[in-house]
């Protein structure tokens, strides 16, 4: 108790750096409020099952949450959820802290609808507690006044949880009738919200525990099964609790193997998570009884001794009479009878424990003054059960009774809910039909306009876009027939007055430039590759006229790759030839042409670059610009098909030496598409 003690102060000088001054501050604006109760509202939704699989991470998440949010509704809603973390790792006493910090704030406010579900997860809680420790009375009471709130709340997804606590209270005080009839308004809750079927387990293994109590196994084996459809969607927790039910079934049945079965199953699943110490410990309790039952009293010894420190830590009236019961039987197991006296004059029973608890109790006790030779006592308890007995019965029997008419009540009701609402559905579809018949035949007719509008406008497009692709193609054609004579014209007119002598390499260089201008009139793009290997063949053909003094330079910088870089054929070939015609053939001195290639952020730039003396209008050399004409048309029209367009620019710059020149620059966009 005193390291619960520590822990509980622990986390209190945690939460009071959280909140300062407790329900001293609310949100100036209510939009303001809205907006950070939708946060939260979204915040839980998605880490709900964080609550039980990670409790601690939750708090600490939710710790943080709460001390930025500036409405003390919103900070309380999130202190809420450190609350029900605090109950997932069994944190008894800092659980109760927060229920006095939530109810004073709820009791200075006034009433609202998102006030009444802070309200009711509090009462929640606070019956969970009282379960917890035995005070069953106490967590009725609470769960009660939860349903009551969540009536007057924004939430009735969340009532039938609350209406699982309140059934699983009344199962413990003993009126199964009333917890089945909890379970039943429950399942008929989801039913008419439309829940989905994972929201149903929890009922189903309740309805199966409630019919368990009632010795009616069919019916338990039946919702057992139900809920084990979704046992994969369950959380540990709930895992947890449908396993124990099933093991508590096949122990009242005397099938204590089976349900030694699933009880260590729930010992497998709660050791991968360490805040599940009740579950763990529960399974313990139940395990030592079960080893008790087959006499193997080693193993019942080991289990009682793993789980007795846990209970008395938290206070478990109800745990610890069960586990002193376990001991007496034990004892005259081993032929101890004195550590058995022992024990039955330090225990006592409370108001709290159930009559099956009291019977067991009674039959050890019957066991140990038969063994100690003390016949009549033993009669006396022996006539104590027998009375106990007829008593469970005839309260079984009219639970039994009870369940019942409360099932024949509740299905008349639904039964009546359903007549009239199937009549009321009758006359809506009569109504209906004739509105969706008029409304079919108008919505046929507007879809059969609305298809041949259609299929006219496609046909149309369709016409239009081949026009164009038939025009676009022909001008291309006629481009590409005027360009391929005109260069060849020109190379074969210099060739000839240039000439002295035949040699075979200038005949092959020739030929190879026929051939190739040839291809590259054919196509409509190149690689820069080849682009470049046919203007170099024309370079190394002028430079036997031009001399020495000319000197070309061709520079690609490396992050360039001319096999994967396409570009319009003879782009830079048309440059390249008006520079050496007009401007470097005629000009004294060193005669100097530049063509570099390099990347930019948009794609790939080509400059091409002469020390000629620019690019004049008005000069005896310009020539009819035929070239440079076929490759704007050329670029131009491909432009039209892309998004980002080839980029051209030419101006005269002046260089380094002072010389002027022509610059020709060209910028290929990435992503760029050269199909027609």
């Not at 046992?231 to 009242?252: I, T, V």
């Not at 005949?507 to 793009?525: D, F, G, I, P």
């Amino acid at each position: 108790m005193r390291s619960g003690l520590k822990s509980c102060i622990g986390f209190f000088l945690l939460l009071w750096t959280g909140i300062v001054l407790p329900g001293a501050c609310t949100c100036k604006g209510g939009g303001d409020m809205i907006s950070e109760m939708r946060e939260f509202d979204s915040f839980f939704s998605t880490h709900v099952d964080s609550v039980a699989t990670a409790p601690r991470r939750m708090r600490t998440q939710v710790l943080q949450r709460m001390k930025a949010a500036k409405d003390s509704l919103v900070r309380y809603n999130y202190l809420s959820v450190a609350l029900k973390t605090c109950l997932a790792t069994s944190d008894i006493d800092s659980a109760q802290l927060l229920i006095r910090e939530i109810e004073d704030f709820t009791g200075r406010q006034p009433f609202s609808h998102r006030l009444a579900d802070l309200q009711s997860e509090c009462l929640n809680m606070k019956g969970n507690i009282y379960s917890r420790k035995g005070y069953i009375d106490s967590a009725e009471i609470c769960f009660k006044k939860a349903y009551e709130w969540r009536l007057q709340g924004t939430k009735p997804e969340t009532v039938p949880d609350i209406l699982i606590n309140l059934a699983d209270a009344n199962n413990h005080l003993g009126r199964l009738d009333m917890g089945v009839f909890w379970y039943r308004k429950a399942l008929l809750i989801c039913d008419s919200l439309n829940m989905p079927s994972d929201r149903k387990f929890p009922i189903y293994y309740g309805l199966a525990q409630g019919y368990m109590t009632l010795r009616d196994y069919e019916q338990c084996d039946y919702y057992s099964e139900l809920a084990a459809k979704n046992y994969d969607e369950m959380l540990p927790d709930e895992k947890h609790f449908y396993l124990n039910n099933r093991g508590n079934s096949y122990y009242y049945r005397g099938d204590y193997a089976t349900a030694i079965g699933y009880f260590r199953k729930v010992v497998e699943l709660v050791k991968d998570y360490p805040d599940m110490r009740w579950g763990l410990n529960l399974s313990y309790l139940n395990l030592s009884d079960c080893f008790l039952q087959r006499n193997e009293a080693d193993s019942a010894a080991k289990y009682l001794d793993l789980c007795e420190p846990f209970f008395k830590e938290i206070g478990s009236t109800t745990a610890l009479y069960y586990i002193d019961t376990q001991k007496i039987e034990l004892a005259l197991q081993r032929k101890d009878f004195a550590e058995a006296r022992r024990l039955l004059t330090v225990s006592k029973a409370s108001p709290e424990i159930d009559a099956d608890m009291i019977h067991i109790r009674n039959k050890y006790l019957q066991q140990f003054h038969e063994e100690t030779g003390n016949y009549q006592r033993a009669y006396d308890y022996l006539k104590k059960n027998d009375r106990l007995d007829d008593s469970i019965r005839n309260e079984r029997i009219r639970m039994r009774t009870a369940d019942l008419t409360l099932r024949y009540q509740q299905d008349s009701t639904l039964m009546a809910h359903k007549v009239l609402f199937q009549k009321q559905e009758n006359e809506v579809l009569a109504l209906r039909q004739t509105r969706l018949v008029t409304l079919a035949i108008a919505v046929i007719a507007f879809l059969i306009a609305v298809f041949l509008y259609l299929y006219n406008r496609k046909k149309h497009d369709l016409l239009l876009a081949q026009n164009r692709r038939t025009v676009s193609t022909l001008r291309l054609e006629n481009i590409r027939n005027r360009l391929s004579p005109h260069f060849i014209f020109n190379v074969l007119n210099q060739e000839v007055v240039n000439r002295r002598e035949e040699e075979k390499q200038e005949l092959a260089s020739l030929v190879k430039l026929m051939r190739r201008n040839l291809e590259l009139a054919e196509q409509l793009c190149v690689t820069l590759s080849e682009e470049l290997d046919f203007v170099g063949t024309y370079i190394d053909l002028e430079s036997r006229s031009l001399g020495a003094t000319f000197r070309p330079d061709i520079k690609i910088a490396e992050d360039v790759h001319p096999e994967q870089v396409w570009l319009p054929s003879m782009m830079i070939q048309i440059p390249v030839e008006n520079s050496v015609k007009h401007a470097l053939r005629g000009k004294e001195g060193e005669r100097n042409l530049w063509i570099t290639v390099d990347r930019q952020e948009r794609g790939i730039r080509i400059k091409i670059t002469d020390n000629g003396g620019g690019y004049r209008p008005d000069s005896r050399h310009r020539g009819t610009g035929t070239g440079m004409k076929v490759i704007m048309q050329t670029i131009q029209i491909l432009n039209m098909k892309n998004k980002e367009a080839i980029d051209v620019a030419v101006h005269n710059v002046t260089l380094p030496g002072g010389e002027v020149g022509c610059e020709v620059t060209f910028l290929l966009p990435d992503k760029y598409d050269y199909k027609i």
